[in-house]
C-alpha cells in the first residue's frame, strides 16, 4: 500500500504562468489605452450633435406655435416662454439668433455667428470643422441643418 503523501498532487500556478498572464494583460491594456485617451472629442462631437436635435426641437416648437397663431406666412413674429420678438420666415425660425434666443443656448461650451448662421463649439480643435450650419426656410423648403465635426 502506497503512502498518502506520495499520492498528493500540488495545484496552483507556476511563476512563469502568472508572469505570462501579467505580459498579456499588458499587450491588452496597451492597445486599449488609445482608444480612452480623447475621450474629449467624443464629447464634443455628442455635445455639437445635441446641440443639433435642440436646434430641430427648438424650431418645431417655434413652427408649432406659428401654425396654431396662424403665423406661417413669409415672416412672422412670436413670444415664445416669455421671449418676446422672436421673427420667423414661414413659420420656422429666421436666423440662428432667434434660435438660440428660444434655446437659451447660455454657458461657456458655443458661440453663434449671426452673420453665417453658425452654432460652434468654442472647445474645439477648429471651430470651423465643429459646428452646426442653419440655413432657414424658404416658401419651398424646410430648414436644413448641416453639421460638421471633422474638427472636433
Known amino acids: 500500500m502506497k503512502q498518502l503523501s506520495s499520492m498528493k498532487q500540488q495545484s496552483g500556478f507556476t511563476l512563469i504562468e ?22 474629449g472629442k467624443d464629447a464634443r462631437v455628442s455635445a455639437i450633435k445635441a446641440v443639433e436635435g435642440s436646434m430641430r426641437a427648438t424650431n418645431s416648437i417655434i413652427y408649432a406655435k406659428a401654425s396654431v397663431g396662424n ?3 413669409a415672416t412672422g413674429t412670436l413670444t415664445i416662454n416669455g421671449t418676446s420678438g422672436v421673427t420667423t420666415v414661414y413659420g420656422f425660425a429666421g436666423t440662428v439668433a432667434q434660435l438660440v434666443k428660444v434655446m437659451d443656448l447660455t454657458g461657456t461650451d458655443f458661440d453663434s455667428t449671426t452673420t453665417t448662421n453658425v452654432i460652434f463649439h468654442k472647445g474645439a480643435t477648429t471651430n470651423a470643422s465643429c459646428r452646426v450650419t442653419y440655413t432657414p426656410a424658404t416658401s419651398t423648403t424646410a430648414p436644413i441643418y448641416t453639421l460638421s465635426t471633422g474638427g472636433c
Open 18 to 39: 502568472l508572469v505570462m498572464v501579467i505580459v498579456i494583460l499588458g499587450i491588452l491594456a496597451a492597445t486599449a489605452l488609445p482608444k480612452f485617451v480623447d475621450l
Open 71 to 73: 403665423q406661417v406666412g
